[in-house]
C-alpha cells in the first residue's frame, strides 16, 4: 500500500524571525514533513534543513530541490551525508536541473542538463551509501571518494523534474520524484508513466492549498499563487487535463497573469490546488494519494503564514 504522508512547504519568503515558529508549530500540528526550497535568491536549502532539523524532534524535512549545476557532487553528498548522520531519518534531499533562468543568470547551465543530473544523481547516491566511489563523467569526476563516516540512516536522495526524458532519468538514478505544483492525478499518472519505477519510488507532490470553512474564499485565497500557470515552463502540468486546450486559449486572450487566475472557473481552481472546506481538501488529498502521491505538500498562501499552516492542518 503506498504511504499516505501529508507535509507542508515551508514558504520561501518567510521572515525569519518567524523561521522556528513556523517550523515548531509544524511539527506540533502533526504534519509528517516539512519542506524547505532553494530558489534564487532567498535562501540556501541546505543551511534551512539544517535549522528546521536542529529546531524539531520528529517531522522528516525535504529539500526541494537542490540546482546540481552549482553544485560538487561530492560535496553534495558530503551535506547529505552529515545531515542524515545528525538526524537519521529525517531528511530527504531533492536534486534537480534548476531553473533554467537562474542557472543561465549565475552561468552554470549546462550544455547537456540530462547528463549533468544523471551523473550528480548517480554519485550523489554511491557517494551517500559508504565505500570508495569513482566517477569519470562528462560533469562529474570522483577519484576514490569514500566518506570518512557514512550515516547509518541513509538520505533519500530524490529528483525534481518536470519533462518525460528527465522523469525517465527520474526512476533510473533516484529514490523518488518531486513534482512541483500543480499535481493533479492526471498528472501524476502522466509522470508515473516515464518514471516507469522498477523499485520503491516516492513522488512527493506540491500543491497549492487553502482551506476555509467558505469554499469561495478559499479558491480566492489560492487563485494569485496559481497565475504563472499558464507560463510555459508548466505546460506538462497541464497538458494532461481534459481541459487543457481551454486553459491555454484563456491564457493567450488574457493580458496578464492575474487576468487569467481571476478569469480562471472555479472548477480550474478545484483540479489545480488543493482547496475548499476541510472535507474538500481532505478528498482531494485522497485523490492524490490514490494516484500515486506518497506525500502530499501543501504550499500555504495568504498574507499570513502562520494562519494559513494553522488552516491547513484541519485536514490532518
Request: charged residues 20%; contains cysteine; aromatic residues 6%.
Amino acid at each position: 500500500m503506498t504511504e499516505r504522508a501529508v507535509g507542508v512547504m515551508l514558504p520561501r519568503d518567510l521572515p525569519a524571525h518567524l523561521f522556528r515558529t513556523f517550523a515548531e508549530r509544524a511539527e506540533a500540528l502533526g504534519f509528517d514533513e516539512l519542506w524547505v526550497v532553494e530558489d534564487c535568491f532567498f535562501r540556501g536549502g541546505i543551511a534551512q534543513a539544517a535549522a528546521a532539523l536542529a529546531m524539531t524532534e520528529r517531522i522528516r524535512v525535504g529539500i526541494g530541490i537542490l540546482p546540481a549545476a552549482v553544485r560538487n557532487a561530492a560535496f553534495t553528498a558530503l551535506e547529505a551525508a552529515t545531515l542524515g548522520e545528525l538526524f537519521p531519518g529525517r531528511i530527504d534531499v531533492g536534486i534537480g536541473h534548476g531553473m533554467p533562468g537562474w542557472m543561465r543568470q549565475v552561468g552554470a547551465w549546462p550544455t547537456s542538463p540530462l547528463t549533468m543530473l544523471e551523473e550528480h544523481l548517480d554519485a550523489v547516491r554511491a557517494v551517500v551509501r559508504g565505500g570508495r566511489v569513482d566517477a569519470d563523467g562528462r560533469y562529474v569526476s570522483l577519484d576514490g571518494v569514500d566518506l570518512n563516516t557514512p550515516p547509518a540512516s541513509v538520505p533519500r536522495v530524490l529528483a525534481g523534474v518536470r519533462g518525460p526524458k528527465s522523469l525517465a532519468l527520474a526512476g533510473r538514478s533516484a529514490d523518488g520524484t518531486v513534482l512541483a505544483e500543480p499535481v493533479t492525478p492526471e498528472y501524476v499518472a502522466e509522470a508515473l508513466r516515464h518514471i516507469a519505477p522498477t523499485r520503491e519510488h516516492r513522488i512527493v507532490g506540491y500543491c497549492v492549498a487553502a482551506v476555509d470553512d467558505d469554499a469561495a474564499r478559499a479558491r480566492a485565497t489560492a487563485r494569485p499563487a496559481l497565475e504563472w500557470m499558464g507560463e510555459p515552463d508548466w505546460d506538462v502540468h497541464i497538458a494532461p487535463l481534459p481541459f487543457a486546450d481551454e486553459f491555454r486559449a484563456l491564457r493567450a486572450a488574457s493580458a496578464t497573469g492575474a487576468e487569467f487566475a481571476a478569469r480562471m472557473p472555479d472548477a480550474w481552481v478545484d483540479q489545480l490546488a488543493v482547496v475548499g472546506t476541510v472535507v474538500d481538501a481532505r478528498a482531494r488529498i485522497g485523490q492524490l494519494h490514490d494516484a500515486g502521491v506518497t506525500t502530499a505538500v501543501l504550499l500555504p498562501v495568504g498574507p499570513d503564514p502562520l494562519a494559513a499552516l494553522e488552516g491547513l492542518a484541519r485536514v490532518l
